[in-house]
């Protein structure tokens, strides 16, 4: 049964699912006879995604904006390694697992290692010289982890932060194509900046699904009634950059 537009069956669902894997393939076999190979790589990696019941949630940012400390929130402990310098080298995907494990996966092909999870930092931080030259071999680290938010096919995404270092910047850019969704994570102390700004409308032009605001640190603000207003600024200033991105882009 399939009421306003939502599935709220196991067997609907499924139905869902089908259905949209063949509405992507006919847009591949379109995409293919119109020699437009850009919207066919899309949906050919957009059905793959569907198919196999795997979607990414990125958790984005500028650096130092409480990313790795927001996803430790969720595990339930300090997983990730966090510090008050950047830290982040690498993408650390976050995945569902009855116990918890740490796979490094590299960016000449070698074959993948085991690492200990409690030792993560040595390989996927910049905290010292040699982990940062560790973790420049990286191209992912995964993460097993018995959470409950994964545990139905999604996968949890700590990127390197915005702003930090170019090549840092460019490792968080390049997976935007595979994300389905994004928590945009926002610090109180200094919410929304301009950089924040040009970053979102970028973010948008890869069109995820949905884009989720998160402000951490919101404990600094002592008084109740300064929160709801420092909440009701970042509103606003989010709308005004939505709208006059919308406008830019179609002026014409």
Same mark, same amino acid.
């Given at each position: 049964?399939?009421?306003?537009?939502?599935?709220?069956?196991?067997?609907?669902?499924?139905?869902?699912?089908?259905?949209?894997?063949?509405?992507?393939?006919?847009?591949?076999?379109?995409?293919?006879?119109?020699?437009?190979?850009?919207?066919?790589?899309?949906?050919?990696?957009?059905?793959?995604?569907?198919?196999?019941?795997?979607?990414?949630?990125?958790?984005?940012?500028?650096?130092?904006?409480?990313?790795?400390?927001?996803?430790? &929130?969720?595990?339930?402990?300090?997983?990730?390694?966090?510090?008050?310098?950047?830290?982040?080298?690498?993408?650390?995907?976050?995945?569902?697992?009855?116990?918890? &494990?740490?796979?490094?996966?590299?960016?000449?092909?070698?074959?993948?290692? !085991?690492?200990?999870? !409690?030792?993560?930092?040595?390989?996927?931080?910049?905290?010292?010289?040699?982990?940062?030259?560790?973790?420049?071999?990286?191209?992912?680290?995964?993460?097993?982890?018995?959470?409950?938010?994964?545990?139905?096919?999604?996968?949890?995404?700590?990127?390197?932060?915005?702003?930090?270092?170019?090549?840092?910047?460019?490792?968080?850019?390049?997976?935007?194509?595979?994300?389905?969704?994004?928590?945009?994570?926002?610090?109180?102390?200094?919410?929304?900046?301009?950089?924040?700004?040009?970053?979102?409308?970028?973010?948008?032009?890869?069109?995820?699904?949905?884009?989720?605001?998160?402000?951490?640190?919101?404990?600094?603000?002592?008084?109740?009634?300064?929160?709801?207003?420092?909440?009701?600024?970042?509103?606003?200033?989010?709308?005004?950059?939505?709208?006059? &991105?919308?406008?830019?882009?179609?002026?014409?």
């Amino acid at each position: 049964m399939v009421e306003s537009g939502l599935p709220t069956t196991f067997r609907g669902y499924h139905e869902v699912v089908f259905g949209l894997g063949a509405d992507l393939q006919r847009v591949e076999d379109l995409a293919s006879r119109l020699g437009n190979a850009g919207v066919g790589e899309k949906a050919t990696s957009l059905r793959t995604r569907v198919q196999q019941q795997r979607f990414t949630v990125a958790v984005l940012g500028e650096f130092k904006r409480g990313k790795s400390t927001f996803i430790n &929130a969720l595990l339930g402990e300090a997983v990730l390694p966090s510090d008050i310098a950047p830290t982040t080298a690498c993408i650390n995907r976050v995945v569902y697992g009855l116990r918890p &494990a740490a796979t490094l996966y590299f960016k000449d092909q070698r074959e993948p290692t !085991d690492v200990p999870v !409690d030792r993560l930092e040595e390989s996927i931080t910049k905290l010292t010289a040699a982990a940062a030259e560790r973790a420049a071999e990286v191209s992912e680290a995964v993460i097993a982890w018995p959470i409950r938010f994964c545990s139905n096919g999604i996968d949890l995404l700590d990127t390197p932060g915005l702003a930090d270092e170019a090549a840092m910047s460019e490792v968080t850019r390049r997976v935007l194509p595979q994300v389905d969704a994004a928590l945009f994570v926002i610090m109180a102390d200094s919410p929304f900046s301009e950089s924040e700004g040009r970053f979102l409308e970028e973010l948008l032009e890869h069109d995820p699904g949905r884009v989720i605001f998160v402000v951490t640190a919101i404990d600094r603000i002592r008084k109740v009634a300064d929160r709801d207003r420092l909440l009701d600024n970042i509103r606003d200033r989010i709308r005004k950059r939505l709208l006059s &991105a919308a406008e830019r882009r179609f002026a014409d």
